[in-house]
């Protein structure tokens, strides 16, 4: 009963209602993940103090501009852990000022991070996380078996592999977090170990399995077979050991694969524009995505910055995009277009221009290929409660998936 | 579709919109180049548009330049004096030459001008509007209007709207952009950069307008010898376009060049840009409204009463079912 509840409060908080405001507190990682999309990670670009209080002051002090119910206060690298000291410092400064201003986000906050949880154990993380346990979201980065997370996920410098060092802190995070989800992260090279990392990730006790293929234009030909075999083999072995009865693969879902209403399903699918990200020169961006160290092509988005604050126009086109003005027709008429992801810093990063306004289409096969597996799932998981009649019973109780993309 | 051929002569070629043309030296269009930019614009069927530059042009420039119907946009500060007479557009930088010019009624003139200057002497306009065929004017720093501002802006459209009543009440037809623009229009007449104008510039190369080149050389968008390449050509049109398609500021400019600078985007305007628009718009309402009084005049025009200055602000209650439908019938036809 209590990790429902704590499903339900993270879907709660994911629903819009929330402003997502993210701190780059460093460019550095002690990993090299091979599809990391951050290409311009360095050592120097650590956030200052001075820095993220000025944010915080601007911030907090524009309460009319952020109307959101509610925030998430989000931290991301590089690895956001490496900077726990400044981490802490800004929680205790953002609880005080809150408190103080009278904020209407004030007991309506959290404080989220995506880390590789290398250092999850040590005393500074913890004593922070014991600190700020009723506020806090941490996801762990694992991706599956071993050999497939170490296939990517690899230390610089030597390219040792990290699964050992993550894996042995998942116990302690599960202990803390029960209901935590992990991200899996799904380029060419890890297409073959699909099947066996996700039901690894479910015996580690991992019961939510955010998994995504990479936005970017890294598919070798004949891909989709394969990816499409992988998820095929992966439907049997949830439905057939039973692993849909209490675990989660965002894989598989219900809302895939369906024709979209070029009218009432126009919404832009990513929340570029709806965030805020600051890094450590004080630059403000739609989302972490639009910062230099994320671009392979094009120049930072910048919206503005913490003396200046946002300069609204620039948000301008994010807040107006839709799916029909940044689409082709093949997608405009694509079938199967819902559940179709994009992200909207990699539209901009590909794009024939500096546009934000032209969809990057590198996931179409797989995409196809997803759906095609994704039906074969739901005919066959419905089709085996139905003959054991409990289609009812599992429709009134299913769990979802986290639908998060990025 | 395109229509019109800007064809930049030089590099100091004067400037008669939004942007400057900087600390640009004399670089004269090679005559090949010249000619070539002219053929293209014969066998593409363009109406050619030259801007020229302040000094006089070689005699064989200006015989290949007769050779095509084309229009002449000059400066007032141009010393070839048989060249200003024969302008079709003449640009005025400063008011101060604007009030020394001869006028002529059967011209159009373009008054480029920061807000400032155009706060303070406004009122000098009146007299210019009644002696021209058309006076267009460019606010040169739009980008910058405070509140304050907007507020100055329509309180001065304002005035000068009832002398254009007037005029109008007294059987004249004076075309002032700002003004008069809208209540003519039945549908959007914006600037038409990289849709149906295209610029050539001395180098050679297309531009998707004169601003466009004098900020970056490299921003081209094709060659002589190898034709137009606009990438993402469908940004440029105004179904492609979130705010202004749903827009009746019919006569703003809908300035691609500053869309970019101040958005970063080409088919999304500045919330200043759009507020602009709409005090140009509503004062050119009234103005409808008011001439009216004196008895029937343009009835095909409605200019509906609206509560916002900038579309973006009611964004959450479009209309956008006919303009998808216009959208997915475009890309089927285009994709």
């Not at chain 1, 400064?93 to 999850?120: A, C, D, P, V």
């Not at chain 1, 590198?362 to 003959?387: D, G, P, S, T």
């Not at chain 2, 004067?14 to 066998?43: D, N, Q, V, W």
């Not at chain 2, 009030?99 to 200057?117: F, G, I, M, N, W």
């Amino acid at each position: 009963m209590g990790e429902m509840q704590i499903r339900e409060d993270a879907r709660a908080w994911q629903s819009g209602m929330a402003k997502n405001i993210t701190f780059i507190v460093t460019k550095d990682c002690q990993l090299a993940c091979k599809y990391c999309y951050l290409v311009g990670k360095n050592v120097k670009e650590r956030m200052s103090w001075e820095t993220a209080k000025t944010f915080i002051d601007y911030v907090l002090s524009h309460e009319d501009d952020f109307p959101e119910e509610s925030v998430i206060w989000d931290f991301i690298g590089g690895e956001p852990f490496l900077e726990i000291d400044l981490i802490d410092m800004i929680c205790d400064y953002l609880k005080q000022r809150m408190f103080e201003l009278n904020h209407h986000w004030f007991n309506s906050y959290r404080f989220s991070f995506s880390t590789n949880g290398i250092n999850y154990h040590e005393p500074k993380v913890q004593k922070f996380i014991e600190k700020n346990r009723e506020h806090l979201s941490i996801g762990i980065t694992i991706d599956g078996t071993e050999k497939k997370h170490d296939l990517n996920r690899v230390y610089k410098i030597t390219e040792r592999g990290s699964y050992k060092d993550v894996v042995r802190n998942i116990p302690l995070w599960l202990k803390q977090f029960p209901g935590g989800g992990t991200k899996v992260t799904i380029s060419s090279a890890d297409i073959p170990y699909i099947t066996e990392s996700v039901l690894h990730l479910y015996s580690l006790g991992i019961h939510e399995v955010n998994i995504n293929v990479v936005f970017e234009d890294v598919w070798q030909e004949g891909d989709d077979k394969k990816f499409e075999e992988q998820l095929l083999s992966l439907a049997d072995a949830i439905i057939d050991g039973g692993y849909y009865q209490d675990y989660a693969c965002s894989f598989f879902t219900e809302q895939l694969g369906k024709p979209l209403d070029p009218v009432y399903d126009n919404n832009n699918w990513c929340g570029a524009g709806r965030m805020l990200s600051v890094d450590a020169a004080g630059n403000l961006y739609p989302c972490t995505r639009f910062a230099q160290y994320s671009l392979r092509e094009k120049n930072a988005w910048i919206i503005g910055n913490i003396k200046d604050g946002i300069d609204k126009n620039k948000l301008r086109p994010f807040l107006t995009l839709d799916r029909i003005t940044q689409s082709n027709s093949e997608c405009l008429n694509c079938e199967i277009a819902s559940g179709c992801a994009w992200c909207q810093g990699e539209n901009y990063d590909a794009a024939d221009t500096p546009t934000v306004f032209q969809r990057a289409t590198a996931i179409c096969k797989m995409h196809k290929a997803r759906v095609r597996a994704n039906n074969y799932y739901w005919n066959k998981l419905y089709r085996k409660l139905e003959l054991e009649g409990k289609r009812e019973e599992f429709e009134k109780n299913k769990k979802e998936s986290n639908p998060t993309i990025c | 579709m395109l229509e019109y051929l800007i064809i930049q002569l030089d590099d100091t070629s004067t400037s008669y919109c939004h942007y400057e043309i900087g600390a640009k030296e004399h670089k004269l269009m090679p005559l090949e180049t010249l000619k070539a930019g002219i053929r293209f614009g014969m066998l593409e069927n363009l109406m050619i548009q030259f801007v020229y530059p302040d000094y006089k042009l070689p005699d064989d420039y200006a015989a290949a330049i007769e050779s095509i119907d084309h229009n002449k946009i000059v400066s007032s500060l141009c010393e070839d004096e048989a060249l200003k007479a024969e302008a079709d557009v003449m640009i005025f930088h400063e008011w101060t030459g604007l009030s020394l010019a001869q006028l002529d009624e059967k011209k159009s003139y373009v008054l480029r001008t920061a807000k400032a200057d155009l706060f303070d002497r406004y009122l000098f306009l009146k007299d210019v509007i009644s002696k021209v065929m058309r006076l267009n004017i460019v606010i040169t720093d739009v980008e910058t209007f405070t509140e304050e501002d907007f507020e100055k802006y329509k309180q001065i459209l304002h005035i000068l709207s009832e002398h254009i009543e007037k005029a109008y009440v007294a059987g004249k037809s004076p075309q002032f952009n700002i003004l008069t623009d809208r209540m003519m229009l039945e549908k959007m007449n914006n600037c038409g950069a990289g849709i149906s104008n295209i610029t050539l510039a001395p180098n050679g190369k297309f531009y998707i307008c004169p601003a466009f080149y004098y900020e970056n050389e490299e921003d081209c968008v094709g060659n002589l010898e190898n034709g137009l390449d606009i990438k993402n050509p469908q940004l440029y049109k105004l179904d492609y376009a979130p705010i202004c398609r749903h827009c009746d500021a019919y006569q703003c400019k809908r300035c691609i060049w500053l869309n970019r600078k101040t958005t970063l985007e080409v088919n999304t305007p500045s919330h200043e840009q759009c507020v602009v628009a709409h005090l140009e718009r509503n004062a050119s309402r009234e103005m409808l409204e008011n001439i009216r009084k004196h008895g029937s005049f343009m009835p095909q025009i409605e200019i509906k009463e609206i509560d916002y200055l900038d579309p973006f602000d009611v964004r959450e209650h479009w209309d956008e079912e006919l303009l998808q439908q216009e959208l997915i019938k475009y890309h089927q036809e285009n994709y």
